[in-house]
């Protein structure tokens, strides 16, 4: 199936029984520091406090019947583990989550609850690679990558829809990029739905891989990330990347200052729970990486899940 | 001018411009941890964090072109301030606050952002009210009391009308209670539209001067209170106590550690930041102060302004 316009409207209403349409925020106070307009798409509010349920939501409802009878696997330490258990648990299917042996015990909770079946392994990325492939040849299930994966990349490209159906003449959108699912989704939607918008990828400095890669004109993979935005550790994957070279207009970074001053700022004005990955767009124009005077500018809080007594600007937990 | 049904709709249609339309959030998470279901209607994301705009706004906008001209005037501490002051504005008109001299620094920041014009004066309530009173008879400005006022009670029953357009078979509502203009006009407008809905009032404890007073038949003020909700240590207002003993189906009381442990479960499951005082209806809950088995219980999110730094459940701010 190609990953187009007609194939995310499809994503879309598969799985709108299933999720929220999570509303769009504004802040008279946010517009007037930077002179723009802004328009915050609250992902954050979404099932599973991320964007994450979109995708994984998709994949699970893609099946067929005989390939949904043995399950859905995937390695993640984060929110689309929880997602993929979410949603294979609405199919009444099960879910093998492969999740390195550190994971927090938040996240580990987070995928028991949703009734997913935890294997643990190694925490590296062969030993989740190869835990994974060992399941998916035992038990025949359907692996589902959380950003390669074309079912993935068109369901979180649902977000955009709705956040153009809700304010239609947007200049432009920030979208953060980690691996790339959000960010293909969105810029192909976007893009499909309003040819002049700009789609800008905004990640942090210390995980800058993707601004690399961008400049290069081929993946150049860190070798040590240790940003506070943990969801924007990974590197873009490959089919990711393609499509961020063709459909995205610019690679912006931030500061780790920078992203925990835009985190609580968010909090603060906008009185919602934004994970520090969440906040990397709005970090990007009061940083000023882009001017948007004038403009207006949609941002996507990607999710909500943060460690409540480990905030950053706290400084180490207590 | 009755305070009724058709004066809360037209309150609610003079207020549409200025104000938000909150979303409801529910989580199947705690809804399977009461076994109920609960709508939240999220006055926390409203203008100015907090339902008080609702109210404000109202009478901002109840005035004549003649009274406006001379401008408004309060004493308040909190959301009511930064609330009408926004309102003036809006309008075009001065607002004149009188803040105790203790007031925190965010609070006194929050009025001089919206133009307000801010007198300071002992933080006693004899001073407040005479140095209003002072500048009411210089100035000619029209007294907006923060809950007293009918146009107040009014445009806060504003909130409660949403939520049954949103959710219309709710089988009660829970809303907090401190000098009771929230829960007049949610107490008037809800049985207004649906005579079946049961309407309780929830106050901390430790501020237990409206479950007295219910008890007592008459008002009895509290000589201290020490509560976390500090958007609740004002005692109940004279006709809101009368509206309450006619229209409320019960006061509930919860305590400090269920305040701040229903914060911080609402931060964790719904990603919105709520103060401690918009917490209360949920300690209510988890108190088992009622049993919500089976039922549809909608809970009034009434503001998320938190000092980020002082968050109750990691002790002393640092």
Redo the contacts between chains.
């Keep these: 199936m190609p990953l187009d316009l007609p194939t995310i409207r499809a994503a879309h209403d598969r799985i709108r029984p299933h999720i929220r349409r999570t509303?769009v925020?504004a802040s008279a106070?946010l517009d007037a520091a930077c002179g723009g307009r802004l328009f915050f798409k609250c992902e954050?509010?979404q099932e599973v406090?991320a964007f994450k349920a979109r995708g994984a939501t998709n994949a699970v409802f893609s099946l067929s019947d005989a390939e949904a009878a043995h399950g859905v696997a995937t390695h993640s330490s984060g929110n689309h583990a929880a997602a993929l258990a979410r949603a294979a648990r609405l199919r009444g299917i099960p879910a093998y989550i492969v999740m390195p042996s550190n994971s927090p015990k938040s996240k580990v909770r987070n995928v028991e609850?949703y009734g997913g079946r935890i294997t643990f392994c190694e925490p590296t990325q062969q030993a989740r690679e190869e835990t994974c492939a060992r399941i998916v040849a035992q038990t025949g299930a359907t692996m589902i990558h959380p950003f390669t994966d074309e079912r993935v990349m068109a369901g979180q490209g649902s977000a955009v829809l709705e956040l153009l159906e809700d304010v239609p003449d947007l200049d432009l959108v920030l979208c953060p990029v980690g691996g790339g699912g959000l960010l293909a989704g969105t810029a192909l939607a976007g893009k499909a739905v309003r040819p002049a918008l700009q789609v800008f990828a905004v990640e942090p400095a210390e995980a800058g891989d993707a601004a690399r890669s961008f400049s290069a004109g081929h993946i150049v993979p860190l070798e040590h990330t240790s940003t506070v935005a943990d969801g924007l550790r990974t590197t873009i994957g490959a089919p990711n990347f393609a499509i961020m070279r063709r459909h995205v207009d610019g690679v912006l970074t931030v500061s780790e200052a920078g992203i925990v001053a835009a985190m609580?700022t968010l909090?603060?004005q906008?009185?919602?729970?934004?994970e520090a990955s969440g906040a990397v767009p709005y970090a990007a124009i009061t940083e000023q990486r882009l001017d948007v005077t004038g403009r207006r500018a949609g941002l996507i809080l990607t999710g909500?899940?943060v460690d409540?007594?480990a905030?950053p600007?706290?400084?180490p937990a207590?």
Tied chains: 1, 2.
């Design positions: 509303p925020l106070a954050n509010l406090g609850a609580r909090w603060e906008l009185h919602v729970v934004v909500g899940n409540l007594d905030l600007w706290l400084g207590r």
